[in-house]
């Protein structure tokens, strides 16, 4: 009797397809460098307390404050005139030439 015809040699099992290579997991994005704080900006330099501006018209024994109730303008032409400030407010001596103070404000 013929021999069997002998079993077809198995097709060889084709080699299971190699798993493709694994991308290489992106290395993580380096985490953006802390954008670095911001100094606190000094806090700004308090501005000194300006000194109280002397009166305009200060006296000539000294004090900076205008004795109340005594006019400016007299203690100025005082001043102006040469003649000694009167600590209550008196006006220009006698002696000063008032044209002279007049040209001296003008």
Same mark, same amino acid.
């Not at 009797?1 to 060889?12: G, Y």
């Not at 009166?55 to 200060?58: A, G, L, Y």
């Not at 109730?69 to 100025?76: K, T």
């Given at each position: 009797? &013929?021999?069997?015809?002998?079993? &077809?040699?198995?097709?060889?099992s084709p080699s299971p397809?190699?798993?493709?290579?694994?991308? &290489?997991?992106?290395?993580?994005s380096p985490s953006p460098s802390p954008s670095l704080s911001p100094s606190?900006?000094?806090s700004p330099s308090p501005s000194p307390s300006p000194s109280p501006s002397p009166?305009?018209?200060?006296l000539l024994d000294g004090s900076?404050?205008?004795?109340?109730?005594?006019?400016?303008?007299?203690?100025?032409s005082v001043?102006?005139?040469?003649?000694?400030?009167?600590?209550?407010?008196?006006p220009?001596?006698?002696e000063a030439?008032?044209?002279v103070v007049v040209d001296v404000i003008a």
């Open positions: 009797s &013929p021999s069997p015809s002998p079993s &077809p040699s198995p097709s060889p397809s190699p798993s493709p290579s694994p991308s &290489p997991s992106p290395s993580p606190p900006s000094p009166s305009p018209f200060p900076s404050s205008l004795p109340p109730g005594s006019n400016p303008v007299d203690v100025a001043v102006l005139s040469g003649g000694s400030a009167e600590v209550d407010g008196l220009a001596p006698p030439e008032p044209s």
